[in-house]
């Protein structure tokens, strides 16, 4: 049963994280197209960023896929959250 609250909580945090982090990215390059780009005439700042994307585009999409796995499954088999701890019995 521990095990299954533990893959559970893992889940959820997995999209609660994944959904934080692309936010986060959206915002970052949402910030950067904007000063770059003040007046919306300025090509050099798109192809600038076009050669960023394609140049950093796998490693971007892994590692917004991988690290919020990773730091679900951490929380929640580490034993942070209260419903995930490994309850003792006394004897």
Do not use: D
Not at 29 to 34: D, N, R
Not at 63 to 74: E, R, T, Y
């Amino acid at each position: 049963m521990l095990l299954l609250k533990r893959l559970l909580t893992s889940c959820v945090l997995y999209a609660v994280l994944l959904f934080v982090v692309l936010i986060t990215m959206g915002m970052v390059a949402g910030a950067h197209g904007g000063v770059n780009r003040p007046n919306g005439k300025n090509s050099q700042a798109y192809v600038a960023g076009y050669e960023a994307t394609r140049r950093y585009g796998a490693i971007i999409f892994l590692s917004a896929l991988g690290v919020p796995a990773l730091v679900a499954v951490a929380i929640s088999f580490v034993g942070v959250l209260p419903w995930c701890k490994n309850q003792s019995r006394p004897n």
